[in-house]
Nanobody
Framework: QVQLVESGGGLVQPGGSLRLSCVAS????????MGWYRQAPGLQRELVAV??????TNYADSVKGRFTISRDNANTVNLQMNSLKPEDTAAYYC??????????????WGQGTQVTVSS
């Protein structure tokens, strides 16, 4: 069973910083990429950032220049969030894309960690 465990969420002042981490375990295949999505109450889940195994990254326009995604190793992804704004408030979800037998890709999700930006 694949498990993704997120940590690092919390309450922060506008302009402050948080660092989210996610560790994947239980995979029998290669983790092709990892990333972060977020969802605020009443809104659709949206892509925040993704990173693949050769460290190519993609960011949502709303977080470019403020957030940085990185990989410690094949099983771990981080999201450094700087200059946080109230509109960044959401539940943040870690995702991992895993390539298994027959080049079949499956995506897995963590349970989410809450980020609240408020004064």
């Amino acid at each position: 069973q694949v498990q993704l465990v997120e940590s690092g969420g919390g309450l922060v002042q506008p302009g402050g910083s948080l660092r989210l981490s996610c560790v994947a375990s239980g995979s029998d295949g290669a983790i092709v990429d990892m990333g972060w999505y977020r969802q605020a109450p009443g809104l659709q889940r949206e892509l925040v950032a993704v990173i693949n195994n050769i460290h190519i990254t993609n960011y949502a326009d709303s977080v470019k220049g403020r957030f940085t995604i990185s990989r410690d190793n094949a099983n771990t992804v981080n999201l450094q969030m700087n200059s946080l704004k109230p509109e960044d408030t959401a539940a943040y979800y870690c995702t991992a894309g895993i390539m298994t037998k027959g080049y079949k890709r499956s995506d897995y999700w963590g349970q989410g960690t809450q980020v609240t930006v408020s004064s």
